[in-house]
């Protein structure tokens, strides 16, 4: 990939690190969109799959805090979009 990508932050949820979460995930936006990224931001919530699937980013920065080591990889792994952290074997 090369060139501005569209790209999806995970960021919020709703761990007892949300605003940790919030905080770094609207910086990591922001530093995107300072490179000519197109940025989709996400609060974490049950709708998750579903406006991932709206929004079809080319890759999705999970900005997630306290979550289960690999939650948002194995969700995001069967929509078919990249994420910014190593797959895990259940998950392929």
């Known amino acids: ?3 501005a990508l569209h790209i999806a932050v995970l960021m ?6 949300r605003e940790v979460s919030l905080s770094s ?13 197109r940025v989709t931001r996400i609060d974490m919530g049950r709708d998750v799959a579903a406006r991932l699937a709206a929004a079809q980013p080319d890759l999705v920065f999970n900005a997630l805090h ?12 069967t929509l078919s979009i990249a994420i910014t952290e190593v797959a895990r074997p259940e998950c392929v």
């Not at 919020?12 to 690190?17: M, P, T, V």
């Not at 306290?66 to 792994?77: E, K, N, R």
């Open 1 to 3: 990939m090369s060139g």
């Open 66 to 77: 306290g979550t289960p080591a690999g939650t948002s990889t194995c969700l995001v792994s």
């Open 12 to 17: 919020g949820g709703w761990s007892a690190e």
């Open 25 to 37: 995930g609207a910086g990591v936006a922001d530093a995107l969109e300072s490179r000519g990224h």
